[in-house]
């Protein structure tokens, strides 16, 4: 498989993958490749730097850069004042989400634990739920 990126005759850009050169040539003739942006049909190759490996040897991680780590203290901070303000439910969230959402219990904001089967049927179900951002360790289990 190669990738390329390529370029619509409005200016996207955009990748996409073949299985070699030739059969980009041959869907590209025959107009198979498409702008996803806008469906143009009336692409071309654009001009791209070559992908080169890391070093092995480059020893540990560069640090994120000072935007991103920013970025990520905010989205910490967001969450641990939203956990702050919910109640901990722990295995029982499946049930409890469902019972606010069926009008069983009054509703409130509320953290805990549920399997992906019981997160899928809540989906299913059209319950209202969103998982953290960054895993988070039961009450009982906090040093």
Same mark, same amino acid.
């Given at each position: 498989?190669?990738?390329?990126?390529?370029?619509?005759?409005?200016?996207?850009?955009?990748?996409?993958?073949?299985?070699?050169?030739?059969?980009?040539?041959?869907?590209?003739?025959?107009?198979?490749?498409?702008?996803?942006?806008?469906?143009?049909?009336?692409?071309? +190759?654009?001009?791209?730097?070559?992908?080169?490996?890391? +070093?092995?040897?480059?020893?540990?991680?560069?640090?994120?850069?000072?935007?991103?780590?920013?970025?990520?203290? +905010? /989205?910490?901070?967001?969450?641990?004042e939203? /956990?702050?303000?919910?109640?901990?439910?722990?295995?029982?969230?499946?049930?409890?989400?469902?019972?606010?959402?069926?009008?069983?219990?009054?509703?409130?904001?509320?953290?805990?634990?549920?399997?992906?089967a019981?997160?899928?049927? /809540?989906?299913?179900?059209?319950?209202?739920?969103?998982? /953290?951002?960054?895993?988070?360790?039961?009450?009982?289990?906090?040093?």
């Amino acid at each position: 498989m190669i990738v390329f990126d390529l370029r619509c005759a409005r200016a996207h850009v955009f990748e996409a993958w073949f299985a070699s050169t030739s059969a980009y040539e041959e869907q590209r003739a025959r107009r198979l490749v498409a702008c996803p942006t806008c469906g143009e049909t009336g692409v071309e +190759k654009a001009v791209t730097a070559p992908n080169v490996g890391a +070093k092995s040897n480059r020893g540990r991680a560069e640090a994120p850069p000072a935007s991103q780590a920013e970025a990520l203290r +905010k /989205l910490v901070a967001l969450q641990a004042e939203l /956990l702050r303000r919910s109640r901990w439910v722990g295995g029982d969230f499946a049930a409890e989400a469902r019972a606010m959402h069926e009008g069983e219990r009054p509703e409130r904001a509320i953290h805990g634990q549920a399997s992906a089967a019981e997160v899928s049927e /809540l989906v299913e179900e059209g319950v209202p739920i969103a998982p /953290l951002l960054f895993p988070v360790a039961p009450p009982d289990q906090v040093n």
